[in-house]
């Protein structure tokens, strides 16, 4: 079993173009496809079980991805059901929760195993009330625990604050909860905005990434003053990939009329000439994005803290939506490169898009081909090709 939580699977069951649809995920996972075929709709779906995980209510959550709430349940339909396999110390854990969209958006349903055992399971939600019967494993004398929780939120991210651990059963069931819990809010998702990353940037030196890169160069200038090795491995990784010649990376910095400091990263020529942020393609600016994420680790982006689990021994698994895009496909090829290299020291993993065919393959990453079906129905998910081996 995997020292760290790991997600190992993401289903799909009733969620935007998906029905009862399962991707499994790798060390790095490339999720390929045409235009509108519903690869990014794959990636919300972890989106939204990210946010439940974080604690966020259930329309705050939905609001992550693109629409409006009822946008995220299938045509027709007022219900979304998603669910998610993490591998961990413990064993295996999946999680199933089914939210309503039309009416209040509120947990209807929800379900926790570990290896098959049944943990947590729900039965009627009173909607007026916001409220859903829970009942938990406790292996006591008066067996399992039922009470009424808050439905507003996913109850796996209550029990914590709810289950005692007074008997074995319970100590279970609030180590699986944590195992699903800790796996999901170490997620980020980057899906870069170069028309915002063009712009100058303050200098903070506890920048962290946003999910747009809008602050790229903000968090350039703080990795370059702040750690030499980190700093090392993203110039090595902008000379590698680089359709034309760089010898470095780095960051100018003004003093703005406030008086504030700002800063805009580049990348210098063999002429000696620094191309500013400003003046870069946007190819090069999302690659300069997913490089720092991958590079730089949870220390550096934007997200939430992990609970007593240091920054060292935390595992993140990147969201990367069009990982090709303004790219050709040899710049792809060695982004996907270089999440091989990193994902096989066990600190990130990476699920990623790219738009038509799969790049050139690359040993270690696993491909998963995204399609409408021939009638023009629900997106379907071919995963039958296995990761090439890593060498």
Do not use: Y
Request: with cysteine; charged share 25%; hydrophobic share 45%.
């Amino acid at each position: 079993m995997p020292l760290r939580p790991t997600i190992t699977e993401v289903r799909l069951t009733a969620f935007k173009s998906f029905r009862d649809a399962v991707l499994p995920l790798e060390a790095v996972t490339l999720l390929h496809g045409a235009p509108g075929a519903g690869k990014t709709n794959a990636l919300e779906g972890l989106v939204v079980l990210s946010a439940l995980a974080e604690g966020e209510d259930v329309g705050a959550a939905l609001a992550r991805a693109r629409g409006q709430g009822a946008d995220c349940a299938p045509f027709g339909e007022d219900t979304v059901r998603l669910g998610c396999t993490v591998t961990g110390p413990l064993g295996e854990a999946r999680l199933d929760v089914s939210l309503c969209v039309r009416r209040t958006a509120l947990v209807v349903a929800e379900r926790l195993t570990l290896d098959g055992r049944l943990l947590v399971t729900t039965g009627a939600v009173d909607h007026d009330g916001g409220r859903l019967d829970v009942a938990w494993h406790s292996d006591g004398r008066q067996g399992d625990i039922r009470a009424p929780l808050p439905a507003e939120g996913l109850v796996t991210a209550q029990l914590p604050l709810r289950v005692s651990g007074a008997t074995g059963g319970e100590r279970l069931v609030l180590g699986a909860a944590e195992q699903v819990v800790t796996a999901l809010r170490e997620s980020f998702s980057l899906d870069p905005a170069p028309a915002l990353m063009r712009a100058w940037a303050r200098a903070d030196d506890d920048a962290r990434l946003r999910g747009t890169a809008e602050n790229l160069s903000a968090v350039i200038a703080r990795i370059e003053g702040e750690c030499r090795i980190r700093f090392g491995k993203l110039v090595q990784a902008a000379r590698e990939m680089g359709s034309v010649p760089v010898t470095g990376v780095g960051a100018v910095r003004r003093v703005a009329p406030d008086g504030t400091v700002q800063v805009c990263a580049g990348l210098d020529e063999p002429s000696g000439r620094r191309v500013g942020a400003d003046a870069l393609s946007s190819g090069v600016l999302r690659q300069l994005a997913f490089a720092t994420t991958l590079l730089t680790g949870p220390g550096v982006l934007q997200m939430s803290p992990a609970a007593e689990v240091p920054d060292a021994e935390r595992l993140l698994q990147v969201l990367a939506d069009g990982l090709d895009l303004g790219l050709p496909p040899d710049r792809a090829t060695a982004l996907l490169r270089l999440a091989v290299e990193v994902a096989a020291r066990g600190h990130v993993r990476l699920l990623a898009t790219a738009g038509g065919e799969p790049v050139v393959p690359v040993p270690g990453v696993r491909t998963v081909l995204c399609r409408r079906d021939e009638a023009g129905g629900p997106s379907v998910l071919d995963h039958s090709t296995s990761a090439l081996p890593s060498r």
